[in-house]
């Protein structure tokens, strides 16, 4: 399996991050460093919920868990939905005072290892 590249992913989660909320903060703004900032915010949160799930450590097992395919493309309508359903019926995990869907978390999680 191909890892998107570091940007590759930042883009799509800037489609996927409304569905957890984090949208507004995430996104609000479209300055580089704030983009930056925001970027490392999230490489902190997928590091924090690491350590909380260690067994989510192996960047191709969450690539396969997430339904990335060979190519390294990430299935964006697919994993908003996922993210919405986990919401709904209440997978979420609490990391660092934010409560992520567990794929959300797993996204960010993937994103510090890349």
């Given at each position: 399996?191909?890892?998107?590249?570091?940007?590759?992913?930042?883009?799509?989660?800037?489609?996927?991050?409304?569905?957890?909320?984090?949208?507004?903060?995430?996104?609000?703004?479209?300055?580089?460093?704030?983009?930056?900032?925001?970027?490392?915010?999230?490489?902190?949160?997928?590091?924090?919920?690491?350590?909380?799930?260690?067994?989510?450590?192996?960047?191709?097992?969450?690539?396969?868990?997430?339904?990335?395919?060979?190519?390294?493309?990430?299935?964006?309508?697919?994993?908003?939905?996922?993210?919405?359903?986990?919401?709904?019926?209440?997978?979420?995990?609490?990391?660092?005072?934010?409560?992520?869907?567990?794929?959300?978390a797993r996204l960010y999680a993937l994103l510090s290892l890349l």
């Open positions: 399996m191909t890892a998107p590249s570091r940007r590759q992913f930042m883009g799509f989660l800037a489609g996927v991050a409304g569905a957890g909320g984090l949208s507004t903060w995430i996104w609000g703004t479209r300055s580089a460093r704030n983009v930056r900032l925001r970027s490392e915010f999230l490489v902190g949160l997928g590091r924090r919920y690491l350590d909380s799930a260690p067994e989510d450590g192996d960047r191709q097992l969450l690539q396969r868990v997430l339904g990335i395919e060979d190519s390294g493309m990430i299935p964006v309508g697919r994993t908003r939905r996922r993210i919405q359903q986990e919401f709904r019926r209440g997978d979420i995990v609490l990391v660092d005072g934010w409560y992520l869907a567990r794929s959300e």
